[in-house]
């Protein structure tokens, strides 16, 4: 059976000169490509994670249903709005930015 595969949709600059990497993380365990969750990566300049966001850098969401995936992502307010598509539907996700 395939493992998971990870993929990168959107780089964007934040506040500090920290980067955040926004993508899906796909669990293709029949071929099907049926199950996936919407992830951020967020890095310091060094490229260490930036520990304070998240859990270690990184958040791993589930908004259920078969296929999600995060498609954009902006920074307005010191907040971080992402943006994607759920089955036939599509979701916004803020986190805040310490």
Do not use: E
């Not at 500090?16 to 029949?30: H, L, M, P, T, W």
């Not at 049926?34 to 520990?51: I, K």
């Not at 920074?75 to 805040?96: E, Q, T």
């Amino acid at each position: 059976m395939p493992g998971p595969v990870d993929s990168v949709f959107t780089v964007l600059g934040l506040p500090g000169g920290r980067v955040a990497v926004v993508g899906g993380i796909y669990r293709d365990r029949f071929g099907d490509d049926t199950r996936s969750d919407p992830f951020v990566a967020a890095l310091r300049r060094d490229g260490r994670f930036w520990q304070r966001f998240g859990s270690g850098g990184v958040v791993r969401d589930d908004f259920g249903g078969r296929s999600v995936g995060a498609s954009d992502a902006a920074v307005v307010d010191r907040k971080l709005i992402v943006v994607g598509g759920r089955d036939a539907d599509m979701f916004a996700a803020r986190y805040f930015l310490k």
